[in-house]
């Protein structure tokens, strides 16, 4: 058994295919650590935006959606934990307190937050069908949105309309390409697992 197990009642995601041990829980969290650590290297950097576009959000919400809640909020704590404590995980291969604290800072506590709320989706049966992932991942990308922007505008000293200019707009298309790639994948690894319910 782990601590990871989930509520009575819930729906399995995709994680719980696997038998649950808690070594194999721990192993699934460094995962979703070390996933968003490599897609966030994935970077296009924006001349006229503090914030760069990275894969490291498809790796959150991806992950989430597979580990569930509990799991998925773990990997990013860990991920922000380790970027914390200077190891070069953060975009860019950047780490440490500075980066957190810096424009993309907000974004990135909205990681985890983003994280426990599509894994409680998933855990309801959102990630089985194309629709009901691509509304996780935009109810994900939203949450993200909902920390990041105000924290880009407080450490930037933008307006409000200014910050969603340089945080929130730059993003939406990569946001929905990122959508539709979920709303393929997702439904489609559950039925390669066939669709244990």
Do not use: H, N
């Not at 860019?92 to 800072?105: A, C, E, H, K, M």
């Not at 105000?150 to 707009?169: I, K």
Request: aromatic share 10%; proline share 7%; with cysteine.
């Amino acid at each position: 058994m782990s601590a990871f197990a989930p509520v009575a009642g819930s729906r399995p995601v995709l994680a719980d295919v696997f038998p649950r041990t808690l070594a194999r829980d721990v192993a699934f969290v460094l995962g979703a650590a070390l996933l968003t650590a490599a897609a966030s290297q994935l970077r296009i950097p924006l001349g006229f935006s503090p914030v760069p576009i990275t894969g490291g959000t498809f790796a959150v919400l991806l992950t989430a959606a597979a580990l569930g809640p509990a799991r998925a909020a773990a990997g990013q704590a860990t991920y922000l934990l380790l970027g914390a404590v200077g190891l070069p995980v953060f975009s860019g291969w950047t780490g440490g307190v500075s980066y957190l604290v810096g424009p993309s800072g907000g974004y990135l506590v909205g990681f985890v937050v983003a994280a426990t709320v599509v894994g409680a989706c998933a855990r309801r049966g959102w990630d089985r069908g194309p629709l009901g992932m691509a509304a996780t991942f935009a109810l994900g990308s939203l949450v993200i949105y909902a920390l990041g922007v105000p924290w880009l505008a407080f450490v930037g000293g933008y307006g409000v309309v200014e910050a969603l200019g340089l945080g929130v707009a730059p993003f939406l298309v990569g946001d929905a390409l990122k959508a539709v790639a979920a709303a393929l994948a997702l439904p489609a690894a559950w039925r390669l697992a066939g669709d244990r319910a």
